[in-house]
C-alpha cells in the first residue's frame, strides 16, 4: 500500500508519521529529500538568489532561502522549479528501493509518502489513498515558534502560501482521510488508528472525495 501524507505548515504530518512508522509503515520524508535537493541544486539556487544563501559552512543556508521565498510569490516558484525535478526524482528512487526490500523480505510493502507539497508531486495520483493531517490555527502558531523560532507573521505568511495546495486535491483522483491534531499525543494516535482502518477500506479507489474525518 502506497499511502500519501499531508499536511499544511505544523499541522503535523510529522508526528503523524513517526505514529506510522511505530505500526510498521516506511515513512518516506520528502522535506528530508528536499534537503538533499538543495545541496544538489545549490549553484543554481546561488545562481538565482545570490550568495546571501550560503551559509557560513559553504552549504545553502536554509533558512536564508525560506526567508526570501516565502516572501515573494515568484521567487517561491523559481525556487521550486530548479528543486522539485531533484526531489522528484530522488522520492521515485527511495519507493523503489522501499518496495524491492519488501518484497525481498517478503512482506507487504507499508510505504507512506510523508509531503506538505504532496498534490503537485506526479506520485500522488500513485497513492492507494490520502491521509490529511489538520490542526487550528493557534496550534500550529505555537508549534511554529516553538520548532522553527517564527514570528506570527512569517507562520502566517507561510501558511497562507500553501493554500493554494489544496486547490490540487480534486485533480489527484485520490481517497482522502481527514486527521484534526488539535490535542496531544494520545489524541493523535486515537485518531490516526481510526483513520487507517477507513483508508484500508477505500485504498485504490478512484475517488477525490473526502470519505472520512477523524
Given at each position: ?11 503535523g ?41 550560503i ?38 528512487e527511495r ?9 525481498s523480505e ?32 493557534l496550534?500550529r502558531?505555537?508549534?511554529a ?6 514570528s ?13 495546495l ?16 488539535g ?5 493523535l ?26
Open positions: 500500500m502506497l499511502l500519501g501524507l499531508t499536511g499544511g505548515y505544523c499541522a504530518k510529522n508526528a503523524a508519521a513517526a505514529l506510522l512508522e511505530e505500526r510498521g509503515w516506511t515513512c518516506i520524508d520528502v522535506d528530508g529529500l528536499g534537503h538533499e535537493a538543495i545541496d544538489r541544486a545549490a549553484e543554481a539556487i546561488v545562481a538565482r538568489f545570490g550568495a546571501a544563501v551559509g557560513p559552512e559553504g552549504r545553502v543556508d536554509r533558512r536564508a532561502l525560506a526567508a526570501i521565498v516565502f516572501s515573494d510569490r515568484k521567487a517561491l516558484a523559481d525556487q521550486e522549479a530548479i528543486v522539485h525535478p531533484i526531489a522528484i526524482e530522488l522520492l521515485d519507493i523503489a528501493r522501499a518496495g524491492a526490500a519488501a518484497a517478503g512482506r507487504e510493502a507499508l510505504l507512506c509518502v510523508n509531503a506538505a507539497l504532496l498534490y503537485i508531486a506526479p506520485q500522488a495520483a500513485r497513492c492507494d489513498a490520502i491521509l490529511e493531517l489538520h490542526a487550528p490555527l496550534a502558531l505555537r508549534r515558534r516553538a520548532r522553527d523560532g517564527a506570527a507573521l512569517a507562520a502566517l505568511r507561510r501558511i497562507v502560501r500553501q493554500r493554494r489544496w486547490r490540487r486535491r480534486a485533480s489527484v483522483g485520490r481517497p482522502v482521510v481527514r486527521v484534526y491534531n490535542g496531544d499525543r494520545a489524541a494516535e486515537n485518531a490516526l488508528e481510526r483513520a487507517l482502518k477507513k483508508l484500508k477500506e477505500v485504498a485504490g479507489e478512484a475517488n477525490a472525495a473526502l470519505i472520512g474525518q477523524f
